[in-house]
């Protein structure tokens, strides 16, 4: 199995297990994520060591990072990981900083749905926690972009502007612009974009 099908793995077994309506099964569900991640850790530096001696394949061309991606959930292991990781690290820095008007990229499970604001432009609104913990409100103007079907416990990656809130912060601006005055954002779910 590689990499990213293993973290993709855990990652739906964890989306499995905090839509349990049962908190014992909730907790004995989360204990076991954690074993195996814990034994994953340990298991694959060793494998990584016995393959190192193999020669590496060619390189492989790396789409735009704007094109959907072939994941399901989009996050990986890995460099991409660090990367999704130090994308989160971002928001949380600029929540602790209260900044705003900063283009962010990252991914996370979808804790709850929220009601759509119909004041001015509609937009879906859903709460995520990203893989650093923090949690963030997602803001997606669904008069210029689809709405994405996505529901509690689902994996999204989005691209945006982050405003600071004292409640961890709001991403918005996941679409294009169609006046090009504002960079362009998205939400990616189950391998398909919503621009």
């Not at 990072?65 to 292991?77: A, E, F, I, L």
């Amino acid at each position: 199995m590689k990499r990213r099908d293993e973290f993709n793995l855990f990652q739906t077994l964890l989306g499995k297990i905090l839509n349990q309506k049962n908190p014992y099964w909730r907790f004995a569900g989360l204990v076991l994520v954690i074993v195996l991640i814990v034994a994953y850790s340990l298991v694959a530096p060793q494998a990584e060591t016995h393959s190192e001696a193999q020669p590496s394949p060619a390189p492989r061309a790396i789409p735009p990072r704007h094109q959907p991606s072939k994941s399901t959930t989009g996050v990986t292991y890995g460099d991409a990981r660090r990367e999704k990781l130090s994308s989160d690290q971002s928001i949380v820095n600029a929540f602790r900083k209260r900044r705003s008007n900063i283009i962010v990229e990252g991914s996370g499970i979808i804790l709850k749905n929220l009601p759509d604001d119909d004041i001015g432009d509609r937009h879906q609104k859903f709460i995520i926690k990203l893989l650093s913990g923090h949690t963030v409100q997602i803001a997606h103007n669904i008069d210029l972009a689809p709405r994405v079907p996505a529901m509690q416990g689902d994996v999204v990656e989005f691209k945006g502007e982050y405003e600071y809130s004292e409640r961890g912060g709001v991403v918005h601006w996941t679409h294009h612009d169609p006046a090009r005055r504002h960079e362009d954002g998205w939400i990616r779910h189950a391998g398909e974009s919503y621009e």
